[in-house]
């Protein structure tokens, strides 16, 4: 018999951590040092945190002999992206109490709170915990936040939608006492060697895993991007089921033509009654077949490749006991959000636009003081999108008039008054924080699309709407990859450019030009907006546009996203 493939080290780890436990409890109380070890650092993004450094200062701090400037950024897991206005101000309470006064809306409809100090990070968790709220496996190699549609205009399906978000993200959470006993100062009631994990088992996953759930006509959760994507079928306003999309991602690595983005495929249809089972299920798959030797190549999208889908149909029959139905038919027709006021289910929604999801306040724009004061007013719920935007959901009639003077006070924007790009634009943290950057991201982009605006305005195109996303590293966290441009980072002002995604996306883009900076990002864009404008055709996307016109090829699977 062949020699098994070396296992890499993290399984072992996660094996001998006694249920993610590890040593983080001694590591919190050494006082000599703002850190704690490399091998808790990788169980604590289980528990929802990643340890960072401010890269800004790193340098500094070296040739002063000091340690890095150690803070953790905790991640909030919240299915679907819905909170009330209470847990709204209970995060504002924590961002200026124990973070950097800010508080990051993610594409997954998470809360990031950056800047926590070691010393603060039980008592920041404690009371996430207090206002119904977890961190969670809200990182690690476990399913995370659940992602769900938040747009309101139609309102009962949506909630419905919800809830089952709700459930599978419920259904799918680790087991064990860890994270109660750590963060919450609960006793250990269940002895080691009794303790299961009857989903992950003992090595949870190969890598992390995401689920989201879609509501057509609007993809805006990027549901081909998802390890499980459900699609909702809606047949006489009624939420029947979903078709299940399996084997979407969108981490690669540079120089390794072996990783790649991919979209996930549709392999059949799940009434919803069955769907938490079914999720269930396909995580199990996962957990015996994913690739724990090599991390890069772990993620599921990774394991349909290899084995196929219909391996895949035949063994997820196997596991529930019968076959998925058929797909049932679906159309998209956007994936941005909408924004401003909508009326629906009696209720009111409105959309603001927040660039690149960082809710702060700058001197000229009190963001984050208008949101706390909307929050003790409003009786509804705050919604984050997949596109790091914030929607205030379920203000009753006569609410509306109290949250739009709030709105007219602070001079609060719904975007519409943007240029199409920027509305459809996103970007990751990468620098100062994020140990994986290798060029600016959420800093930069903004007045990188400053200069695009300009591009676009001399050709008339100001209002076209065109997806536009940027990362610091080929990880993938705003879903470049589906951009209809898109820029990863590549070295410090240096970017990989791409081309061709869809605006509705369903479809990989492909590398246009390697390691630019801004001039010749700016140089090719203008030559390029220039030939849309020339020869388009009637209503045609720009994504659509440059693989019509052969700048890039149509890609829709990742095993092809490297040019040959």
């Known amino acids: 018999m062949a020699d098994q493939p070396k296992l890499d080290p993290i399984e072992k780890l996660k094996e001998d951590s006694n249920y993610l436990r590890g040593t983080i409890k001694e590591g919190l109380a050494d006082p000599i040092t703002a850190s704690i070890s490399d091998d808790d650092t990788k169980l604590l993004k289980f528990h929802g945190s990643y340890q960072q450094d401010d890269r800004d200062i790193r340098d500094e701090r070296r040739k002063q002999k000091l340690e890095p400037a150690y803070q953790f950024m905790l991640r909030i897991a919240i299915p679907g992206g819905a909170t009330t206005p209470k847990q709204w101000l209970a995060v504002d309470q924590l961002s200026q109490k124990y973070g950097d006064n800010t508080i990051k809306l993610t594409t997954r409809q998470a809360y990031q709170l950056h800047g926590i100090l070691k010393w603060n990070l039980k008592e920041t968790i404690k009371t996430i915990n207090e206002e119904a709220m977890t961190t969670i496996a809200a990182c690690g190699d476990v399913n995370r936040n659940v992602m769900s549609n938040p747009n ?26 860890a994270y109660h006993e750590l963060w919450l100062d609960q006793e250990k009631i269940t002895d080691s060697k009794e303790e299961t994990e009857p989903i992950y088992g003992k090595t949870y996953l190969p890598r992390k895993f995401k689920i989201g759930i879609a509501v057509p006509p609007s993809n805006d959760v990027d549901i081909f991007s998802q390890d499980i994507g459900l699609i909702a079928i809606v047949e006489d306003d009624e939420l029947k089921g979903f078709n299940v999309v399996v084997g979407g991602g969108m981490g690669s690595t540079h120089g390794d033509t072996a990783t790649y983005p991919q979209l996930g495929r549709v392999a059949g249809y799940a009434p919803k009654d069955k769907i938490v089972d079914v999720t269930e299920k396909i995580v199990t798959i996962q957990r015996d077949y994913g690739n724990r030797s090599n991390r890069k190549n772990a993620r599921f999208k990774y394991t349909i490749d290899r084995y196929g889908l219909d391996w895949f149909k035949e063994e997820i029959a196997n596991r529930l006991g019968y076959a998925l139905e058929e797909a049932k038919p679906y159309h998209f027709d956007h994936n941005g959000d909408r924004y401003g006021w909508v009326k629906g289910n009696r209720r009111w929604h409105f959309t603001l636009f927040v660039q690149n999801g960082r809710v702060r306040d700058t001197e000229d724009y009190q963001l984050m003081t208008a949101l706390r004061e909307i929050a003790k007013i409003h009786t509804g719920e705050f919604r984050l999108t997949p596109n790091q935007n914030l929607v205030i959901a379920n203000v009753t009639p006569q609410k509306k008039k109290k949250i739009e003077e709030i709105i007219a006070a602070y001079g609060i924007t719904d975007g519409k008054h943007y240029s199409g790009l920027r509305r459809n634009s996103m970007a990751c943290v990468a620098f100062p924080t994020c140990g994986l950057a290798m060029a600016e991201s959420e800093r930069y982009l903004p007045s990188l699309v400053d200069k695009i605006e300009g591009l676009l305005e001399a050709e008339g195109l100001k209002e076209e709407e065109i997806v536009i996303r940027m990362t610091g590293c080929p990880n993938g966290c705003a879903r470049p990859a589906l951009a209809e441009i898109g820029f990863i ?24 030009r390697e390691n630019i900076g801004e001039e010749e990002i700016l140089s090719h864009l203008k030559e390029i907006f220039h030939d849309f404008v020339t020869n388009r055709q009637n209503q045609e996307r720009f994504g659509d546009f440059v693989v019509r016109q052969g700048y890039v090829d149509e890609v829709y699977d990742g095993r092809k996203f490297h040019k040959q």
Do not use: C, M
Request: without cysteine.
């Open 152 to 177: 309101p205009y139609q309102s009962d399906i949506h909630q419905e939608v919800q809830d089952w978000a709700q459930q599978i993200s419920d259904h799918l959470s680790p087991r064990t006492g």
């Open 489 to 512: 980072g590549k070295a410090p002002g240096k970017y990989n450019f791409y081309l061709g995604g869809s605006f509705t996306g369903d479809r990989l883009n492909q590398l246009y």
